[in-house]
């Protein structure tokens, strides 16, 4: 230490404090995309799904007929499905006690409610995700990364089937980017050779919003097992979710005798599969 330096004059140094820098997840991508269901007070919520079942109203059922024919028209069966939802109930709780409060320079508080409000909105993604693995027809490379002629097989199966669009891509972000994700095979497959619009969108921004047909997206929510994780490409009406109350419920309670604030989020939700003839499993490896 030299004589007249800052350690001569500690009592006085300014600290300078950054912005806080929080980390939020990626969240609520899933809920625009299925169907949703919300009532007051339910212990249970049920779609009603026609024309899926056994009994289905298709073209074949539609016969000529002659002004001259006696016989009755032959009668063809309709039925419909109950694709009901059991709600769960689902919290979290965030403690903050006061001398956090009075020795931190951040807004402790406000920063404690959104991560609580953004910590839902991501469980309701993971709820509906978890109904990709459900679906029966299959567009999947467990060996290989993902590519858009696996978006097209898909495309193709949801078009067979007649489900309705638009439809959705929702894969781990690994699926959309890096060696094995889309923009590999965009960037580096002959087949695009440099003409599609989409190829030079992923160059110069990194991100692509449709593809083959479908609006793509991505969830940190889609896990990674083995190597291979499990996405989708679905209708609208492949997915059904719903909730009881508020879609989600943010509550502050005052714990005077401990000295600290609890933030306490929780929903009321469930996510069922509504036509499994309208999604596409799509499981791949990402890593």
């Given at each position: 230490?030299a004589a007249?330096?800052?350690?001569n004059?500690?009592g006085?140094?300014?600290e300078v404090?950054?912005d806080?820098?929080?980390?939020?997840?990626?969240a609520n991508?899933?809920?625009?995309?299925?169907?949703?269901?919300?009532?007051?007070?339910?212990?249970?919520?049920?779609?009603?799904?026609?024309n899926?079942?056994s009994?289905?109203?298709?073209?074949?059922?539609?016969a000529?007929?002659?002004e001259?024919?006696?016989?009755?028209i032959?009668?063809t069966?309709?039925?419909?499905?109950?694709?009901?939802i059991?709600?769960?109930?689902?919290?979290?709780?965030?403690p903050?006690?006061d001398?956090?409060?009075?020795?931190?320079a951040n807004?402790?508080?406000?920063?404690?409610?959104?991560?609580?409000g953004?910590a839902?909105?991501?469980?309701v993604?993971?709820?509906?995700?978890?109904?990709?693995?459900?679906f029966?027809n299959t567009?999947?490379?467990?060996?290989?990364?993902?590519?858009?002629?696996?978006l097209f097989?898909?495309?193709?199966?949801l078009?067979a089937?007649a489900a309705?669009?638009?439809?959705?891509?929702?894969?781990n972000?690994?699926?959309?980017y890096?060696?094995y994700g889309?923009?590999?095979?965009?960037?580096?497959?002959?087949?695009?050779g440099?003409?599609?619009?989409?190829?030079?969108?992923?160059?110069?921004?990194g991100?692509?919003?449709?593809?083959?047909?479908?609006?793509?997206?991505?969830s940190p929510?889609?896990?990674?097992?083995s190597n291979n994780?499990i996405?989708?490409?679905f209708?609208?009406m492949?997915i059904?979710?719903?909730?009881?109350?508020?879609?989600m419920r943010?509550?502050?309670e005052?714990?005077a005798?401990?000295?600290?604030?609890?933030?306490?989020g929780?929903i009321?939700c469930?996510?069922?599969?509504?036509?499994?003839?309208?999604?596409?499993?799509?499981?791949?490896?990402v890593?």
């Amino acid at each position: 230490m030299a004589a007249g330096d800052t350690g001569n004059f500690a009592g006085s140094l300014q600290e300078v404090l950054a912005d806080a820098m929080v980390h939020f997840s990626k969240a609520n991508v899933c809920l625009p995309l299925v169907m949703q269901e919300s009532r007051d007070k339910a212990d249970t919520i049920t779609f009603p799904v026609y024309n899926l079942g056994s009994n289905q109203v298709t073209s074949a059922d539609v016969a000529s007929h002659s002004e001259h024919d006696s016989t009755a028209i032959t009668a063809t069966q309709l039925d419909s499905e109950k694709k009901t939802i059991t709600l769960d109930m689902y919290s979290i709780r965030v403690p903050v006690h006061d001398e956090a409060i009075l020795s931190n320079a951040n807004d402790v508080t406000g920063i404690a409610g959104e991560l609580v409000g953004n910590a839902i909105a991501a469980k309701v993604d993971a709820l509906i995700v978890a109904n990709f693995g459900n679906f029966s027809n299959t567009s999947n490379d467990t060996s290989n990364g993902i590519s858009v002629d696996d978006l097209f097989a898909a495309l193709g199966t949801l078009q067979a089937e007649a489900a309705p669009a638009p439809y959705s891509m929702v894969h781990n972000p690994r699926a959309i980017y890096g060696t094995y994700g889309l923009s590999n095979d965009l960037v580096t497959s002959n087949q695009f050779g440099g003409s599609p619009s989409s190829q030079d969108d992923m160059l110069k921004t990194g991100f692509i919003g449709a593809l083959a047909g479908m609006d793509i997206y991505s969830s940190p929510e889609i896990s990674i097992a083995s190597n291979n994780a499990i996405g989708a490409v679905f209708s609208k009406m492949a997915i059904g979710f719903g909730y009881a109350g508020d879609l989600m419920r943010m509550e502050v309670e005052r714990d005077a005798v401990r000295l600290k604030t609890d933030y306490v989020g929780s929903i009321f939700c469930g996510s069922v599969e509504l036509a499994d003839t309208y999604g596409v499993e799509l499981t791949h490896k990402v890593t």
